[in-house]
Nanobody, 115 residues
Framework: VQLVESGGGLVQPGGSLRLSCAGS????????MRWYRQAPGKERALVAH????????FYADSVKGRFTISRDNAKNTVYLQMNSLKPEDTATYYC?????????WGQGTQVTVSS
């Protein structure tokens, strides 16, 4: 099983990034997919969630209206479009695939929002 995130980097406040997470080794279309983030000194926190079909999504209050989660089951990929980025969005972003009891994590991708 692999989850490989990409798309992180350094961006100025107000800018945008799109994170991608490609899954392999499991039936991607059967899994709920989530993005989490962890800032230095803080606990890992849920950012966004998308159901297996993509028909249902959830966002943390801190990113609602700015971030959009989506998935392409044909490509085994989940995305996180991040707009209007703020310095407080700086963190390592992790992709998660969940179908209890299975629970898989990617290695993370760093997002830094700074001028």
């Amino acid at each position: 099983v692999q989850l490989v995130e990409s798309g992180g980097g350094l961006v100025q406040p107000g800018g945008s990034l799109r994170l991608s997470c490609a899954g392999s080794g499991f039936t991607f279309s059967s899994y709920v997919m989530r993005w989490y983030r962890q800032a230095p000194g803080k606990e890992r926190a849920l950012v966004a969630h998308i159901s297996s079909t993509g028909g249902s999504t959830f966002y943390a209050d801190s990113v609602k209206g700015r971030f959009t989660i989506s998935r392409d089951n044909a490509k085994n990929t989940v995305y996180l479009q991040m707009n209007s980025l703020k310095p407080e969005d700086t963190a390592t972003y992790y992709c998660n695939a969940l179908q209890r009891p299975a629970n898989y994590w990617g290695q993370g991708t760093q997002v830094t929002v700074s001028s």
